[in-house]
């Protein structure tokens, strides 16, 4: 199975920009068939309900695999995921179960993006398009990749794992992982060069 790396490419203070330039970057790939999604984490009882209010449509869920081996029956529903409507709005349960991930996966390109860019605040987050297709470069040893091609933008952190807040934002490409011979570092570095930018960082797994 191939393993994907991503470069940053990008990285500013202002969440407009950021998604501007990620825009910019699915663009250079096939987006016929691509799809984006969105998550952001909820700290506090007024974020998550700021959130459920916004966004009707998301899904929130707990990550905590403690509480899930104390009770695999999840009789929040939170593990699984509970619809924005569903949601408690009772703040004592709510602050039991901080923080929350709120989730809208798999949507049309352009139906998410701007809205949920308003809404993320100071919260880590998270949008990413997927079902891409990076295209075919002969000249430059580059191969057509549909199964690694992703874009990434991080709000308010640097890496995929998203739990070391910080005040600036990363637009991350993803490619497929070579066979060491630096080939997705140039795969990354010609994807960036198209839209005027290049790799300002190490890959992330």
Same mark, same amino acid.
């Given at each position: 199975?191939? !393993?994907?790396?991503?470069?940053? =490419?990008?990285?500013?203070? +202002?969440?407009?920009? *950021? %998604?501007?330039? @990620?825009?910019?970057?699915?663009a250079?790939?096939?987006?016929?068939?691509?799809?984006?999604?969105?998550?952001?984490?909820?700290?506090?009882?007024?974020?998550?309900?700021?959130?459920?209010?916004?966004?009707?449509?998301?899904?929130?869920?707990?990550?905590?695999?403690?509480?899930?081996a104390?009770?695999?029956?999840?009789?929040?529903?939170?593990?699984?995921?509970?619809?924005?409507?569903?949601?408690?709005?009772?703040?004592?349960?709510?602050?039991?179960?901080?923080?929350?991930?709120? !989730?809208?996966?798999?949507?049309? =390109?352009?139906?998410?993006e +701007?809205?949920?860019? *308003? %809404?993320?605040? @100071?919260?880590?987050?998270?949008?990413?398009?997927?079902?891409?297709?990076?295209?075919?470069?002969?000249?430059?040893?580059?191969?057509?990749?549909?199964?690694?091609?992703?874009?990434?933008?991080l709000?308010?952190?640097?890496?995929?794992?998203?739990?070391?807040?910080?005040?600036?934002?990363?637009?991350?490409?993803?490619?497929?992982?070579?066979?060491?011979?630096?080939?997705?570092e140039?795969?990354a570095?010609?994807?960036?060069?198209?839209?005027?930018?290049?790799?300002?960082?190490?890959?992330?797994?």
């Amino acid at each position: 199975m191939s !393993s994907p790396l991503a470069y940053p =490419v990008f990285r500013t203070t +202002d969440p407009v920009l *950021a %998604l501007r330039v @990620a825009r910019q970057l699915v663009a250079v790939g096939d987006p016929q068939h691509a799809e984006v999604s969105a998550d952001v984490e909820l700290c506090t009882v007024p974020e998550v309900l700021r959130i459920r209010e916004a966004l009707p449509d998301a899904w929130f869920r707990k990550e905590d695999v403690e509480d899930w081996a104390r009770d695999p029956s999840d009789p929040t529903g939170l593990h699984a995921g509970v619809h924005a409507p569903e949601l408690s709005s009772d703040p004592d349960f709510l602050a039991s179960h901080l923080p929350l991930w709120a !989730s809208m996966q798999y949507r049309a =390109v352009g139906s998410i993006e +701007d809205e949920f860019t *308003a %809404l993320v605040g @100071a919260n880590i987050g998270e949008l990413w398009w997927s079902s891409l297709i990076w295209p075919d470069v002969p000249d430059r040893g580059i191969h057509r990749e549909a199964n690694n091609a992703r874009v990434s933008l991080l709000f308010n952190c640097r890496t995929q794992s998203l739990d070391e807040h910080c005040d600036d934002h990363t637009v991350l490409v993803h490619v497929l992982r070579g066979n060491r011979d630096g080939s997705e570092e140039r795969h990354a570095s010609w994807l960036a060069e198209q839209i005027g930018q290049s790799v300002i960082g190490p890959p992330q797994e």
